[in-house]
């Protein structure tokens, strides 16, 4: 294992999965820096203490070839590289002589140089498989890398071990770190860097400060981008000097579980993120945290559950979400504790140990167990689990099912939904202000119903579906949809025995206007649906939202049954809601309509849409209702592009289920 700074939540990172694979039995050794932070801790690997950025790039570069030739080690697996300049020439070389892993910490270029992102990339590129921690940095990866590259999801562990001794109460840790005793503390913790918002937080205090008054900001972190001067010509001008300790420098490993300790809350105003090691320890120990809905934020925060999120760039929207946080110690306390809960029961190192080992294993083409050193065992110490398959159910235990819905004015054929799950042990629905008494009906079929505005989309609020759920296994199902008899018995014996998946695509028939196609490209449509709690989370599409699982996928042989539209009615109905959300998500992706591209957007691509459905996908094999079919698909996207001419983005008020 390659950790070359020695500090920070990459060495964190790296002293944890360590950790993890020792306890898993793999033999390991880390090589880190002269001044590795954590070398008092007791651990269950090697470590070798090698890397000094004193003696130059090639002398270190030369000390490592040397020690990987004395170690001949199985696998390498880079942490953070020597110099963001010269080591796309020493990666490759290391390649040449051992299976080469790569974990991507971050896939988004902030202030970095062009060069710096060349030289990541160009590393990334030579590796046989990358590493990263979430679904959207594994699509940018994929889409920056050769084809076929080898990208793996695999997920952060949570950061317990910062509270592995004692964590002083909130007014010791005031004391222990000179913070003001009596205030509402905000915590900004971590690397500065502009990225962060850190200097739009500051903007915002005065406006926080007229609901919470007593408020007061902390930033302390290493300054790695930009002046001292900046920030405190920032702090003078919002006139907050007296509400604001500012401190750029690094926090010790033994001081940081007191910053979140003496914090009512720790805010994270990224413009963008791949991930935070900052965001997990908050999670891990404890502290309410307001965050943006950016980049890994979304996978694992849900708003008014785990945490609030607010969109990127709205200040007033974030004032609003801390004075509530502040208000309402409670809320913000329950929401912290179902965040701490979700570390400690999904945020597995032991489960990052095995899916690493996993993958290991694959490059050599051998299994995990024989990465193991000679004699040792695993150590199941660290397991919150019992021993059990990868995806499987603990010994002894019988299988779960959560089914998980999102509904609103669903009347009318929510009954024929229910009825086919009935045999599931908990149903979820989230409702949407429904008006024609749909949430009744669903507790008839002894659902938990929790009303709530969709705030972000249908993947959203599918995701907060999710959390609510307790079972091992969830299957996520729209109001239209009907397990057949088949396709529960091929669910029950799935999740019986899942083998090595940690989810399961379904195949899905559907019907419209009262038949069901098998052209026109609806047949087959596989979805994935079913999946083990803690692994998958949907998209954040407005609409189309697609589940994502973080691990193998198998296939389930039954059908789901899609009664989509009963009438050309309800499709022109839904088909306003529709066309506005997609029409949204064209504008967030930088899609414009001009003068010269308009015939295209409005003409062609439609009539290309209609040819493609009908000739290729022969739509003409369902007669009229083919026909009326790819009209009506042509028809839609005539509509997204001419709302985005027009520039009407804002959604209506309702949801898919009007």
Known sequence: MIETGGWGGIAHYSWNLCQALAREGADVVLLTNTRYELAALPCAFQVEQCFDGAVGFVRTAGALLHRLSALSPDIVHVQSLISTRFDALLWPLVQRRRSLVITAHNVREHETAHWTSWTLWRCLRCADAVVVHTEESAQVATARLRPGAQVRVIRHGDYGFFASESVPGRQEARRLLDLPENARVLLAFGAIRPYKGILELIGALPRIRIHQPDVHLVIVGPLLVGTEGEYRAAITKAGVEAA?????????????????????????????????????????????????????????????????????GAPELLVVAISDVLDDPGTAARMAATARALAASCWSWADSAAATLALYAELLGAKPSALRAPGQARDDSMRSTPDRKPGGIPPGEAPRLSVVLITRNEAARIRRCLESVRWANELIVVDQHSTDGTPGICREYGATVFTREMRAGFGEQKDFAIAQASCPWILSLDADEVVTAGLRDAILAAIRNPGPYLGFRVPRRTAYLGRFIRYCGWSPSPVLRLFRRGHGLFTDALVHEELHVDGSVGELPENLLHYSYDTLGDHLHKLDLYTTYDSEMLARRGVRITALNAPWFLCGKPLLVFLRKYLVQRGFCEGRHGLVLCAMAAFVTFVNYAKLWEGTLAPPTGSRDD
């Open 244 to 312: 604001v300790t500012f401190r750029p420098q690094y926090v010790p490993h033994e001081q940081v579980a007191p910053y979140f300790a003496a914090a009512d809350a720790a805010v994270y105003n990224y413009r963008d993120v791949t991930d935070s090691g900052s965001l997990r320890i908050a999670c891990s120990l404890g502290t309410p945290v307001v965050a943006t809905s950016v980049g890994g934020f979304r996978e694992f925060l849900t708003d008014g559950v785990t945490g609030r999120l607010v969109p990127p």
